[in-house]
Structure formats: structure tokens, C-alpha cells
């Protein structure tokens, strides 16, 4: 009997052992495993693309995302609900000190610059400010000069970001959020004397049809300096004339060197870059250009 028992035994601890190697094998690494990532909704349209191409190098990884405004992606990131959040801030002290307590540090990687972008009606004949008219206008110093000011949701990142910019507490009473970028759109184009804020990610790219067709229905809000008019476009992102640039923050609190980590790591790395610069945005780090030169014979 005694041999029976040491079988049995053996067995136990075999699939004790099993199980525990099952769930190691089921733990993320950088470029493989399940994970979820949130994403401030202005910047669907670039992590898509960049979904996309990593998906396809790395067919081992599964990255879902959820694309939701700001607060929310940083909430779900601090929770552990999500192993990345992809925003326009950095993390403030109380959020680093709540990391902290869980003995973790938030891991940020420089990723691209967008902007704020504003959009009016085609039926809307003034779509040049300044940006001391854009403040008139928040601050109610031109009355009822606009019907509506159009946010895409109550805890948008353009809205905090605007109101750390321009210095101001709050908006008129005739400023409300919509609930996507979409309907922001949708509204604008059937309200001649309305403003909506948007990201720019949403029409950097000419060359998708969606972009090319939001541009059809609405007209984009350029910026008049002493230099001229700008707008937020890759070509005044880059030399800075666009007023409201902003930067793109990869945040991440993996212990490990995770999913989460890796798709950052891609997405600031020379493929990833070129993905942004290809989209119309401006990249973190501006990717390198290899030139070949064929000798000609004779020379």
C-alpha cells in the first residue's frame, strides 16, 4: 500500500506544480498575453493605428481598449482595472501619492503632441481667432456672442486642459459636454453660432476618408498671430505656432515589464513613431530617415 500512497502523492504535488506554471504562463510579458488599456477618447483614431501594426507583429498579444475621458483612464489605471492609461496629463501629487501607498511609482513615456482643436459650422463665417477672443468668449466678456460652447464629455481632457491654459475656473452657462467627439461634430454642423472642442487626432489624418468627410461639414478654427493664421496641424505643432499643443502621456503601474509596458515601449519606439507622424500628429521623437546611395559605375 505503501507505494500506492507515494503515487498518489506524487500526483498531488504534480499538478499542484502543474497549476502553479498554467498560471505564470497566463501573466503578460511585453509582447504577448491579454491586457486592457484606457484611453482618453481623443486619441481613438492614433491607437488604433498603432493597435493595429503591434497586433500584427506581435500576434501573441491581445490588448482591448477602452476609450473613455480622462478621469476615467487614470481611475481605471490607478485601480489596476487596466495596466495603461493614454492621456494629455501627467499624474498630479495625490494620484502619485495613492501609487505610493501601493508601493508602486506610475512609469510615463513621452508618446506624441496633439492639440485642442475648434470647430465651427460651414454656415459660420467666422472661423479666425485670436486667442484673446477665445478667452472673451469663455469668460462672457462678448455676452451672448456664441449659442453654445460644445464639450465632448463633463471630463473631457480638452476641458481641464483649456481651463489650466487660459486660467480660467469656469465656462459660461451656455457651455455643455456632449457624450463623444461624434456628437460634438454632429451638433456643430446643424448650429451656425456654436463652438465645439475636439481633439485634433480626430481630423490630423487627410488621408482617411472619415477625416476628409468631418472637414466636408465643418469648418476648423484657425488661430491669427503676427505671423499669419494657424492650425493644428503636424507642420504648426512642430514650429509651435499653434497656440493649444499639447503632449500625448503613456502611464502605466506594471511591477513587471508587462503588456502595458511594452505596447509604450513600441508605440514611442522608431515603428511607432512613424505611425503617428503618418497620422498628422507630431511624434515624441522624430524617426530616422536612412538614405542609400548607388555608385555609379565610372565614378
Not at 135 to 163: C, E, H, R
Request: with cysteine.
Amino acid at each position: 500500500m505503501k507505494p500506492i500512497k507515494t503515487i498518489i502523492f506524487l500526483c498531488i504535488i504534480s499538478l499542484l506544480f502543474g497549476c502553479g506554471t498554467t498560471q505564470e504562463k497566463k501573466q503578460d510579458n511585453a509582447t504577448s498575453g491579454e491586457v486592457r488599456i484606457a484611453v482618453d477618447e481623443s486619441y481613438k483614431s492614433i491607437i488604433e493605428a498603432e493597435l493595429t501594426v503591434f497586433h500584427a507583429l506581435y500576434t501573441r498579444a491581445h490588448i482591448t481598449p477602452i476609450y473613455t475621458n480622462e478621469r476615467n483612464a487614470i481611475q481605471l489605471m490607478l485601480q489596476d482595472s487596466v495596466s495603461l492609461a493614454i492621456v494629455s496629463r501627467t499624474l498630479d501629487s495625490t494620484e502619485h501619492k495613492y501609487l505610493a501607498k501601493k508601493t508602486r511609482k506610475g512609469r510615463i513615456t513621452n508618446f506624441a503632441s496633439d492639440a485642442v482643436a475648434f470647430v465651427v459650422a460651414k454656415s459660420n463665417k467666422d472661423s479666425i481667432y485670436t486667442t484673446s477672443t477665445l478667452i472673451d468668449l469663455f469668460t462672457n466678456q462678448q455676452g451672448n456672442a456664441l449659442d453654445a460652447i460644445v464639450f465632448d464629455n463633463n471630463n473631457s481632457g480638452n476641458l481641464m486642459f483649456l481651463k489650466q491654459k487660459l486660467g480660467i475656473d469656469k465656462f459660461p452657462k451656455n457651455t455643455f459636454a456632449q457624450n463623444s467627439t461624434q456628437e460634438v461634430i454632429e451638433y456643430i454642423k446643424t448650429h451656425k453660432n456654436a463652438l465645439g472642442i475636439i481633439g485634433a487626432g480626430w481630423i490630423s489624418d487627410w488621408d482617411d476618408p472619415e477625416v476628409r468627410k468631418t472637414l466636408g461639414q465643418v469648418a476648423l478654427v484657425g488661430f491669427k498671430d503676427s505671423l499669419g493664421i494657424s492650425y493644428p496641424f503636424q507642420e504648426d505643432l512642430a514650429n509651435g505656432r499653434y497656440p493649444f499643443r499639447r503632449d500625448i502621456f503613456m502611464i502605466t503601474s506594471e511591477t513587471y515589464l508587462g503588456l502595458g509596458t511594452g505596447f509604450s515601449a513600441f508605440a514611442a519606439g522608431d515603428k511607432g513613431q512613424r505611425i503617428v507622424l503618418k497620422s498628422g500628429l507630431l511624434p515624441y521623437r522624430l524617426p530616422g530617415r536612412e538614405i542609400k546611395i548607388k555608385t555609379m559605375p565610372g565614378l
